[in-house]
């Protein structure tokens, strides 16, 4: 699951499959990304922070601090933690959350 925006810089993708989370943000000069990698075994919590214009969403890692998305619609991040929380529910031994 990718979500995208067109002026956004950040990208965030979550792979359900091999159990981890993309985040990447393009350069100020539009020619290079950054991207993190994030396994879910290391993720310590998701907090969500609302503006009135959109979301960001911080995850806690354990041992290294946070890794951040900004500037993300609230669409897109009420469909990340429904995900994630559907996740939680079907596969008790790799959780997302704890």
Not at 3 to 31: Q, S, T
Not at 81 to 91: G, I, Q, Y
Request: with cysteine; net charge positive.
């Amino acid at each position: 699951m990718q979500f995208v925006h067109v002026l956004n810089p950040w990208r965030l993708e979550f792979d359900f499959a091999r159990g981890v989370i993309f985040v990447k943000k393009r350069n100020w000069h539009l020619i290079s990304v950054d991207e993190t990698i994030v396994p879910f075994r290391q993720i310590r919590r998701l907090e969500i922070d609302t503006h009135v214009f959109g979301a960001s969403l911080k995850v806690k890692v354990f041992g290294s601090g946070e890794v951040c998305a900004r500037y993300l619609s609230k669409r897109a991040v009420r469909k990340i933690k429904e995900e994630v929380l559907n996740h939680n529910e079907l596969n008790k031994s790799s959780i997302v959350i704890s």
